[in-house]
């Protein structure tokens, strides 16, 4: 895989783990009444701690889990299987799926005075899908220093733009209609189904379960 294809795959997993629009419309329902420097500050909390355990995860997940015995076929397996539950979540429940808080842990978020480190950086931005993608991106690079160089410049860039949507969370509230941000959701969630497959496939194949001697 090349830097260019490692980067693509990482930008389009992240993207549909993340959901950048969704996670910034939930964002602003989150933060009902809280002053625009108040939100700022939320926001930039964090997009910074999230970042910080993405590229955790990017740099010695792998390492990790070849500590505990884990092959890199049964970490793609393992991933593609986590990654398409996600998908399908995303495609057949937006409105009830992953991305959405329940009705008490959305009141309870929105009692607490500070909500950047739970639930906004971790799980919401920083979940176990996002985690499990940046691990599986990063086993490809096989300890290239360029390659993962490149993986957590593409985190950066996720983060960045996440972090600007966040900014005009409250206008993309406005202006975006239910409906569109559920055609998103689903279209993104099609996308991350069929790296799921890839993953679950390669991990397959890179067992060697179903070699015949």
């Known amino acids: 895989m090349t830097y260019t294809e490692s980067a693509l795959v990482a930008f389009s997993t992240l993207l549909a783990t993340i959901g950048p629009l969704d996670t910034a419309v939930l964002f602003a329902a989150l933060t009902p009444g809280v002053t625009r420097e108040r939100r700022r500050q939320i926001a930039i909390k964090a997009i ?3 970042t910080g355990i993405l590229l955790f995860f990017t740099l010695l997940g792998g390492p990790i889990f070849r500590q505990l015995g884990v092959t890199l076929a049964a970490l793609q397996a393992a991933g593609g299987v986590l990654l398409l539950l996600i998908a399908l979540d995303m495609i057949f429940m937006p409105d009830t799926g992953m991305f959405t808080l329940s009705k008490d842990e959305t009141r309870e978020a929105e009692k607490k005075d500070d909500i950047s480190v739970v639930p906004l950086a971790t799980p919401i931005i920083a979940g176990p899908g996002a985690m499990g993608g940046v691990v599986l ?3 490809k690079a096989d300890g290239d220093p360029l390659g993962l160089a490149v993986i957590a410049g593409t985190v950066l860039v996720t983060m960045a733009a996440t972090l600007v949507l966040f900014f005009g969370a409250g206008q993309i509230r406005h202006y975006m209609s239910d409906t569109a ?3 998103i959701t689903r279209v993104m969630g099609i996308i991350l189904a069929a ?4 993953y679950l496939f390669n991990g397959i194949e890179q067992s060697g379960i179903f070699t015949h001697s």
């Not at 790296?195 to 890839?198: F, K, N, P, T, V």
């Open 48 to 50: 910074l701690i999230a």
């Open 137 to 139: 991106v990063a086993a």
């Open 181 to 183: 941000i559920n055609v």
């Open 195 to 198: 790296l799921a497959m890839q």
